[in-house]
């Protein structure tokens, strides 16, 4: 076995919740800055770069890359427990390396694909044009493209916490990647949950002086109570916020379509809202 092999397979045996207290351990912070800008050097920092971060599977068959979209780290106040969740990018339906590598490679009954890894589980959320028992699914990872997948989270050199409008303006327009962490928790249950993402959509108004993001999806926990397995209470949403201390999500729900008034079909869909006290930041991937 080569050292790389050995490597991997330690990572998975010590669990992904390692990887997560790196995390909580290493948030942009005072004791982290280098000046007064808030920019960070530390080798310990601790926003993924997501354009170059993915998790790269060994099946021998597809050993398929994928994206790393956002990640949601669930911690357990009363016992110091943490677990990492890792969202993938969406994919579609395909025949993979069917039809001879030419024509036909989706499937005529499409549906959006897309996965979440944490621990040694996977859990699959399969969106078809109506609502189906598939939906969602939770496997071994062994069992999806092999087992110990490599997970690549590149680190960014240089972060800068961005505190002030002014800072959220310059780097927005100067086109700089912005990550933002979103902290919410559940006094009642002892749970808390990190959410962290890229910040593909940021809304700078210059005549309000304030900023608005728009960002997933997201794997958005429910803490309102203790699950089995925990990656179960994971569901897809969208994350706004223009203030520090709050949060909304439009959370991924069955929905249904009514025409004239009258129920025709259920869909999955973006419609459940609900809105958390949170704590914010936003995090450039650079210097302004």
Same mark, same amino acid.
């Given at each position: 076995?080569?050292?790389?092999?050995?490597?991997?397979r330690?990572?998975?045996?010590?669990?992904?919740?390692?990887?997560?207290?790196?995390?909580?351990?290493?948030?942009?912070?005072?004791?982290?800055?280098?000046?007064? !800008?808030?920019?960070?050097?530390?080798?310990?920092?601790?926003?993924?770069?997501?354009?170059?971060?993915?998790?790269?599977?060994?099946?021998?068959?597809?050993?398929?890359?994928?994206?790393?979209?956002s990640r949601t780290?669930?911690?357990?106040?009363?016992?110091?427990?943490?677990?990492?969740?890792?969202q993938c990018?969406?994919?579609?339906?395909?025949?993979?390396?069917?039809?001879?590598? +030419?024509?036909?490679?989706?499937?005529?009954?499409?549906?959006?694909?897309?996965?979440?890894?944490?621990?040694?589980?996977?859990l699959?959320?399969?969106?078809?044009v109506?609502?189906?028992?598939?939906y969602?699914?939770?496997?071994?990872?062994?069992?999806?493209?092999?087992?110990?997948?490599?997970?690549r989270?590149?680190?960014?050199?240089?972060?800068?916490?961005?505190? !002030?409008?002014e800072?959220?303006?310059?780097? +927005?327009?100067a086109g700089?990647?912005?990550?933002? +962490? !979103?902290?919410?928790?559940?006094?009642?249950t002892?749970?808390?949950?990190?959410?962290?993402?890229?910040?593909?959509?940021?809304n700078?108004?210059?005549?309000?002086?304030?900023?608005q993001?728009?960002?997933?999806?997201?794997?958005?926990?429910?803490?309102? *109570?203790?699950?089995?397995?925990?990656?179960?209470?994971?569901?897809?949403?969208?994350?706004?916020?223009?203030?520090?201390?709050?949060?909304?999500?439009?959370?991924?729900?069955?929905?249904?379509?009514?025409?004239?008034? *009258?129920?025709?079909? *259920?869909?999955?869909?973006?419609?459940?809202?609900?809105?958390?006290?949170?704590?914010?930041?936003?995090?450039?991937?650079?210097?302004?």
């Amino acid at each position: 076995m080569n050292k790389s092999h050995r490597s991997r397979r330690n990572f998975i045996q010590s669990g992904i919740s390692a990887a997560a207290s790196i995390l909580i351990s290493c948030k942009v912070s005072a004791h982290n800055t280098s000046d007064d !800008t808030g920019e960070t050097t530390n080798e310990d920092a601790s926003c993924i770069d997501y354009g170059r971060s993915f998790i790269c599977n060994t099946g021998q068959y597809n050993s398929v890359r994928l994206w790393i979209e956002s990640r949601t780290i669930i911690i357990d106040t009363t016992t110091g427990k943490s677990t990492e969740y890792l969202q993938c990018g969406s994919c579609k339906s395909e025949d993979t390396f069917g039809a001879n590598g +030419t024509r036909h490679l989706f499937f005529e009954d499409n549906y959006d694909f897309l996965p979440i890894f944490g621990g040694d589980q996977v859990l699959v959320f399969r969106r078809h044009v109506d609502i189906r028992d598939s939906y969602r699914i939770i496997r071994p990872t062994v069992q999806m493209w092999g087992g110990n997948p490599e997970i690549r989270k590149v680190k960014p050199p240089v972060i800068t916490e961005l505190t !002030t409008w002014e800072q959220m303006r310059d780097a +927005t327009a100067a086109g700089i990647p912005i990550v933002t +962490t !979103t902290e919410i928790e559940n006094r009642d249950t002892g749970l808390k949950a990190i959410i962290e993402c890229p910040c593909k959509t940021m809304n700078i108004s210059h005549v309000k002086k304030m900023y608005q993001t728009d960002n997933g999806p997201v794997a958005l926990p429910d803490l309102s *109570k203790r699950y089995d397995p925990e990656i179960s209470s994971l569901s897809l949403a969208f994350i706004a916020f223009n203030k520090a201390d709050a949060a909304d999500f439009v959370v991924e729900t069955p929905t249904p379509v009514k025409v004239n008034g *009258k129920e025709v079909v *259920k869909v999955h869909h973006y419609s459940k809202l609900l809105s958390f006290p949170a704590k914010n930041k936003v995090i450039a991937l650079g210097k302004i």
